[in-house]
């Protein structure tokens, strides 16, 4: 592009928040903020639902101090949406834009954002509307593709990686059977995050299901009596998205979301259902057995961020506004790891295509043989994503 | 008690683990170091089953390093239990004592643990074998009597109160019914606590059951049509012992522990009944209703202990050990509160009979008239324990 594009930028949230997905917020508005063709900064309320109502917040004079504070607070602060708009949506959006001279459009989401985000730059380029789209990443699953990971997952993985340090401590005191049921539909990043509380190697947890591997009721009714016999106790993480070998959920409530996904979160049923299993696992005998699940803190809890997601996910955003003004061409921004000791890394861009519609999932390198634990590849992978984390003390 | 008692001394923790019970147990293992009449401290593991079996650490010469790692640990170190004995059990453990030269013995639980030492306490007594009980207390269900408070509950408060005012945000960005189920049998002061969540007049939780009220059905499914009009989402706290007018708890599995109480946690049942009685409150209508169980992470993760409660589970434990070693009565440790802004408090010793079996529940000032929210009263109770609170940033 010979000329940069000049025009008003909008700004959106969409899919399920992060503890960071402000990061990437603030990190877009204040990179737009130096550049002079940008010549006005909107937020849409609720990504393309506010787009499709001109339900915009004007963010080109917030204080820096106000959006500081966006940053480091929980969940999408200009409203979140699962929304795939169709064609006539999509032609809605470009009114909006026409009308509000909007030359560049950041959407911050997961791969079914990057699909929207695709299509709205396909009908630009036949429109020859003169117009940018640029796919900020941002999901707790880590399930995008091309990237090394996403921002956002560090932090959910840092959540459950304490959780299980503290519910093994609690599991060791009063012995018995212990299930955590951890978010993830189709891909297990963070449930086997939970392996980074492990210090010792009696340490918890002892299993680990991941929806990567078929989910056999037998065997895991046999991998928990065997860590029973050699612990006296069995701290198991399951992954939400479990299935068993002919691809059905072991556990569901059947309701769906707009993208067609089937709920798996903000329900107790599949811990209650692992619960159950492992009781018929020791039959005639009094067992001690718990399911937690979870749920939504894996995504929301403040204080626990990782250093490297606040960084990366404030990095993406700024990068996007960068690679957006200098050179016109839609895109979605990936993380590309320089080292793992120390940790070092840096983003680039990656067509839209290449991230939309398919997620992906844990390489068979980070899974075990068993299919009920993870590697070290994973451990040298994910530990230095999330961070130091505290030393558990014993007697 | 003309002369000091000399001997040895154990320890045990029982009943569910805080993030803050092994403070108490440092706070007395270092504060007996210093007395030279305490001539061995042993760590009964797992409470009075330890005991019986002899199994016992000793702590007389673990490294302080090491030991002030173990007080920042969450759950009971030396291993907890849910154990009521019997009177053979009672005789047995003095057979124990008598045989280890145990003079001094400090048990660190809730009311159940305080009737034990209780139990224990008489039992000396009437063999005149000179002895000194002293229950050191500790639980996040915060229902001890004669204390202003008990060490464990703030850290745990806090971990709800963070809780919710992520899980609010996320709500926010996402707009739906969110319920969330608190821990606290009887008593409502965990599930209060999401209180301290709310930072602006719209923020959740916008309604609070507690078990301290009956919970009608009826009502619970007007109140939420009432926010959901208003704000077009809700966010409500409940607690996991909220019952109907009979008594009957809403929602259990019906497992019952061994000190006969039903078992309320780790499940999902009650959290999955309420986000059904939600759905049935707008038929027809397309509401997302999501529901969490906080479960075993509000007494176990790590990073979120409140700064006066690590200092006063502390205090407690040195202050039972120097209580004992000075006068050689039993007693239950309590705590005063000297003032709230600024906060600050002391020890004092009650009778153990004032302490054991019964427990204590929300006063009425706590609770508002219509029996769905807190008052200030009990914001200003609570808020110092809890702490400062991150600040949530808004656009």
Chains 1, 2 share one sequence.
């Not at 093994?168 to 297990?188: F, Q, S, T, W």
């Not at 299919?371 to 451990?379: E, F, M, P, R, Y």
Request: net charge neutral; hydrophobic share 40%.
């Amino acid at each position: 592009m010979a000329t940069k594009l000049s025009g008003k930028m909008v700004i959106g949230q969409s899919g399920g928040p992060t503890v960071v997905i402000n990061q990437s917020l603030v990190g877009a508005v204040l990179a737009a903020r130096k550049q002079s063709n940008i010549t006005g900064i909107l937020g849409a309320r609720h990504g393309i639902a506010g787009i499709l109502k001109e339900d915009f917040i004007d963010l080109t004079t917030q204080s820096v101090e106000q959006l500081e504070l966006v940053a480091t607070t929980p969940a999408a602060a200009l409203g979140s949406v699962r929304l795939k708009p169709g064609q006539a949506e999509c032609e809605k959006v470009f009114e909006v834009f026409r009308k509000h001279d909007v030359r560049y459009f950041f959407y911050i989401g997961g791969n079914d954002s990057a699909e929207t985000a695709h299509i709205i730059a396909e009908m630009a380029k036949q429109a020859n509307y003169d117009f940018c789209t640029v796919h900020i990443p941002k999901t707790i699953d880590n399930d995008l593709k091309v990237t090394d990971h996403c921002p956002g997952y560090a932090s959910a993985a840092r959540f459950v990686a304490l959780a299980f340090m503290g519910d093994d401590r609690d599991n060791r005191a009063l012995e018995g059977i212990k299930v955590n049921v951890v978010m993830g539909r189709n891909a297990g990043f963070l449930t086997a995050a939970s392996a980074l509380a492990r210090q010792e190697e009696r340490d918890g947890p002892h299993l680990i299901y991941l929806p990567e591997r078929v989910f056999d009721v037998d065997k895991f009714k046999q991998d928990v009596r065997a860590v029973v016999a050699k612990y006296g106790r069995c701290v198991v993480a399951a992954s939400e998205g479990i299935s068993d070998k002919d691809g059905n959920p072991i556990s569901t409530t059947g309701e769906r979301d707009s993208h067609g996904n089937i709920q798996l979160s903000g329900t107790g049923a599949l811990g209650d259902t692992l619960a159950a299993l492992v009781k018929e696992a020791f039959p005639g005998q009094k067992v001690r057995v718990r399911a937690d699940t979870f749920g939504y803190l894996q995504r929301s809890f403040p204080t626990i961020v990782s250093a490297v997601d606040a960084k990366e996910a404030r990095m993406v955003g700024d990068y996007a506004v960068n690679h957006a003004v200098a050179t016109g061409e839609p895109g979605s921004v990936a993380i590309r790891r320089l080292s793992s000791k120390p940790y070092s890394s840096e983003c680039f861009i990656t067509p839209l295509s290449s991230v939309a519609r398919e997620a992906t999932a844990m390489k068979d390198e980070y899974i075990n043989a068993a299919g009920n634990d993870v590697t070290q590849a994973w451990l040298d992978y994910v530990a230095p994503l999330v961070g130091e984390l505290p030393k558990m003390g014993r007697l």
